[in-house]
């Protein structure tokens, strides 16, 4: 090796911009070059442990594989002060835990000092001695643990099936963490409040903590002093907060179990409250789902909501069993003036229970909100729905709208004629559940949302009328003549595709094609058929006195995706869509990477496999299957 390039790699500032624009893979072939840049590279290798940044798609996270190795576990030692970011599951977190007390002990055992650990802290059960001794991780800043089964396991210790000193080892290893901004645990269990405590404890000792995620599973009965607990005791540089709550198992009592707690000890002072009055003032994104179909305590919300008073986006679950919504949103909405996105539902809701997201909107300064995601049955015709849609109307960038376990008929005319700046209105529409408009409400008023990007949108009285003794359209010998009844339909068509043709910002689109029965009821036995909107995809046939409207969307020259009912291999479009149409698509739409137009791949016709070759540089999927 030069001299030239031993003084050029010994620079580690190059060396780290070097591997910044190298994948793991790549360093670590790198790393295999020679001795030196071995030793400069290995490092890298550990400093990010997470499943995603190696890609992963096995049933084992990279650290169970690590471990399950004599040669990995050393490596994993050699190099833990490199470590940034790491994934555990349950197995490897219990693990990590004997290994650092077993360097606890020979620290200790060498220096002749008596060890004092937590009370709280589980008995080993197994000799250290029998675990490769490990440091903390020093430079450890992201932490991700999930306390479910692990999906390999190719070791197992004791405490693992005590969920009472798999939850106290977890805490010993965060307390040893204190420099962690971003801490994700998954799975945790709960089984009583002075656990709820003990982790509030520990989590008030993180000063840099800036991302908190917990999912929880405890007693039905206890959520939401958990819930009050934990958020009182985050620190205050926290900016991104997640709590959700799953009925589980819990004791009332406190357990003392083999590994848990220490008989004739005062355990009380491990888990001392650590509370703070202090607002939260950093904290923007505050997401809090409470077990579902268990009451809130409307008695301390207020208290809940002061804490957090510059959140600019909040994400709560339904609101069960409680008649005072109006009260609550009025609370959220002055304590939590901030707030800029939205993300509330009424699952099985009934009256004001449906109503807590647009109580919150109507409790804002008008024109703030420009996200709005609800779940739950869309009353567009109440009035507290419109005023509060109203009083964002300007600032709205994005409606997320989603249906529950049933079809919901709903007004989407305000939205499209209030909404200037609306770029993504999301309403969903599926064999399942979801909203649908009628075409009379399509056009009830003038399109003003001209800034769409995405458009998903389920529309029903789009079909044609069935007429006794008259054949469909397209199957009567030309020049034919369309009846009144055709007439009138297609020009109603035409209107709404002619609106459609003038979002030129439009990126994604995705419109369903709903069948309403003669009671206007949804035919549900359509539901899930391949269909498609009437001569919106076909050029028209002058000489046969055919129509078509595909050259109104000539204006979506940004389009990428075209989802929905759009199935050309319908008995209308083998006769209407053809060479014609193929070619009008591959000059318009140059952006298209996706669409709709068959169910199968072997379906795909000749224009259109055409259509699919003629991109050198780019190919368009065809067909709704994968």
């Known amino acids: 090796m030069s001299t030239s390039f031993e003084r050029c790699i010994d620079i580690q500032e190059l060396v780290d911009m070097l591997s910044k624009r190298l994948g793991l893979q790549d360093v670590s072939r790198l790393a295999r070059t020679n001795r030196k840049l071995h030793e400069l590279c290995t490092p890298l290798l550990f400093r990010d442990l997470a499943d995603a940044a190696w890609g992963q798609e096995s049933h084992s996270c990279r650290l169970s594989r690590l471990f399950s190795t004599t040669a990995g576990k050393i490596a994993f030692a050699w190099n833990v002060q490199h470590i940034r970011s790491i994934d555990m599951e349950v197995d490897e977190l219990v693990y990590y835990s004997y290994c650092l007390l077993a360097i606890e002990d020979a620290t200790l055992l060498k220096s002749n000092r008596f060890t004092s650990r937590p009370n709280w802290l589980p008995w080993q059960g197994v000799s250290a001695s029998k675990f490769i001794a490990m440091t903390r991780m020093t430079n450890l800043t992201r932490l991700t643990v999930s306390l479910s089964k692990s999906r390999r396991r190719p070791y197992t210790l004791p405490s693992v099936k005590t969920p009472q000193a798999t939850f106290a080892q977890l805490c010993r290893i965060i307390s040893l963490h204190l420099g962690l901004t971003s801490l994700q645990l998954l799975e945790v269990p709960i089984m009583d409040l002075r656990e709820g405590r003990l982790l509030g404890r520990i989590i008030a000792g993180l000063s840099r903590l800036e991302r908190l995620s917990i999912t929880i599973h405890c007693g039905s009965g206890d959520w939401y002093e958990l819930c009050s607990h934990i958020l009182f005791s985050c620190p205050l540089t926290l900016v991104h907060l997640s709590l959700d709550f799953f009925e589980g198992k819990s004791n009332s009592l406190v357990q003392t179990l083999d590994g848990f707690g220490r008989e004739g000890e005062d355990n009380e002072d491990e888990v001392a409250d650590a509370r703070s009055r202090e607002p939260l003032v950093n904290l923007k994104a505050l997401r809090l789902h409470g077990i579902y179909g268990y009451y809130w305590n409307a008695g301390i919300d207020q208290y809940v909501f002061a804490h957090c008073p510059n959140i600019k986006e909040l994400d709560l679950s339904s609101i069960i069993g409680l008649?005072?919504?109006?009260?609550?949103?009025?609370?959220?909405?002055?304590?939590?003036?901030?707030?800029?996105?939205?993300?509330?539902?009424?699952?099985?809701?009934?009256?004001?229970?449906?109503?807590?997201?647009?109580?919150?909107?109507?409790?804002?300064?008008?024109?703030?909100?420009?996200?709005?995601?609800?779940?739950?049955?869309?009353?567009?015709?109440?009035?507290?729905?419109?005023?509060?849609?109203?009083?964002?109307?300007?600032?709205?960038?994005?409606?997320?709208?989603?249906?529950?376990?049933?079809?919901?008929?709903?007004?989407?005319?305000?939205?499209?004629?209030?909404?200037?700046?609306?770029?993504?209105?999301?309403?969903?529409?599926?064999?399942?559940?979801?909203?649908?408009?009628?075409?009379?409400?399509?056009?009830?008023?003038?399109?003003?949302?001209?800034?769409?990007?995405?458009?998903?949108?389920?529309?029903g009285g789009c079909g044609l009328p069935r007429q006794h003794g008259v054949q469909r359209y397209y199957r009567r010998p030309g020049p034919m003549t369309l009846t009144e009844p055709e007439i009138q339909q297609f020009g109603r068509l035409e209107n709404l595709y002619r609106r459609i043709g003038t979002l030129t910002a439009l990126q994604e689109l995705d419109l369903t094609l709903v069948a309403i029965g003669e009671g206007g009821e949804i035919d549900e036995e359509k539901l899930g058929v391949a269909m498609s909107f009437p001569a919106m995809l076909s050029l028209g046939d002058t000489l046969m006195g055919r129509p078509g409207f595909l050259h109104h969307l000539s204006g979506l020259s940004k389009l990428e995706s075209l989802r929905g009912s759009f199935n050309v291999n319908t008995s209308e479009g083998k006769v209407t869509v053809g060479w014609n149409e193929a070619r009008w698509m591959e000059q318009h739409w140059p952006q298209l990477r996706e669409a709709w137009f068959f169910k199968r791949k072997n379906d795909i016709t000749v224009p259109f496999v055409w259509f699919q070759e003629s991109r050198d540089d780019r190919r368009v999927d065809l067909w709704t299957y994968r």
């Open 323 to 459: 008649n005072t919504i109006g009260v609550i949103g009025e609370c959220i909405g002055k304590e939590c003036s901030k707030i800029e996105s939205l993300n509330c539902g009424a699952f099985d809701g009934e009256g004001e229970q449906e109503l807590l997201a647009f109580r919150i909107m109507g409790s804002l300064p008008a024109q703030q909100v420009t996200r709005l995601d609800y779940t739950g049955s869309f009353d567009s015709n109440n009035s507290t729905v419109t005023l509060a849609m109203q009083r964002h109307s300007t600032t709205l960038r994005e409606i997320h709208i989603k249906g529950v376990d049933d079809f919901y008929r709903i007004s989407a005319s305000t939205i499209l004629r209030e909404c200037f700046n609306l770029e993504v209105l999301y309403l969903p529409f599926n064999q399942d559940e979801g909203h649908y408009i009628i075409l009379d409400d399509a056009l009830e008023y003038v399109w003003n949302s001209t800034k769409l990007r995405q458009l998903t949108l389920g529309i």
